[in-house]
């Protein structure tokens, strides 16, 4: 019954002591999620932890999904046309012609104001959901 204990302990945190514990435990950082997903890890670790451990078979499982995913994303990031910084992109739009800068770090630079991706800018522009690569004429 340690586990219920553990879990009633976690349930009268306040928010601050969530994310202490949880930075404890992982001995990292807390991403910025809210307390509740902090304190359910926590609780799942508990959990765990009075059961004796998670199996080897899931273990291993999930680091072959983990590996699966990785790989994924490496070869999905390797297929589309990486953009240089300093690239500059034109696009006529209701009379007018949108132009945006490719930064350094990857972000991109439109209308004095540094945005995560070209869909958003696309988004900004036409009021509609696009693709922002196929609006910006990037990808076929």
Same mark, same amino acid.
Do not use: C, K
């Given at each position: 019954?340690? *586990? ?12 601050a002591e ?17 307390? =509740?997903?902090?304190?359910?890890? %926590? ?7 009075? *059961?004796?451990? =998670?199996?080897?078979? %899931?273990?291993?499982r999930l ?7 990785a790989d ?8 589309? +046309?990486? %953009?240089? *910084? ?17 930064? +350094?770090?990857?972000? !991109? ?12 800018? *696309?988004?900004?522009? =036409? ?7 196929? !609006? !910006?004429? =990037?990808?076929?």
């Amino acid at each position: 019954m340690r *586990a219920t204990s553990d879990i009633a302990a976690i349930a009268a945190m306040s928010n601050a002591e969530v994310r202490q514990a949880w930075e404890r435990v992982h001995d990292a950082p807390a991403p910025a999620i809210t307390p =509740t997903l902090l304190a359910r890890d %926590l609780a799942h670790r508990a959990q765990l932890a009075s *059961a004796g451990g =998670t199996d080897r078979r %899931l273990e291993r499982r999930l680091r072959e999904l983990v590996d699966r995913y990785a790989d994924a994303q490496a070869s999905r990031s390797a297929a589309g +046309p990486r %953009l240089r *910084a300093g690239t500059q992109l034109l696009r006529e739009w209701g009379g007018q012609t949108h132009r945006v800068i490719v930064e +350094p770090d990857g972000r !991109f630079l439109y209308a004095g104001t540094h945005w995560r991706s070209l869909s958003a800018i *696309a988004r900004a522009i =036409t009021g509609a959901r696009w693709s922002g690569p196929r !609006f !910006f004429g =990037t990808t076929s």
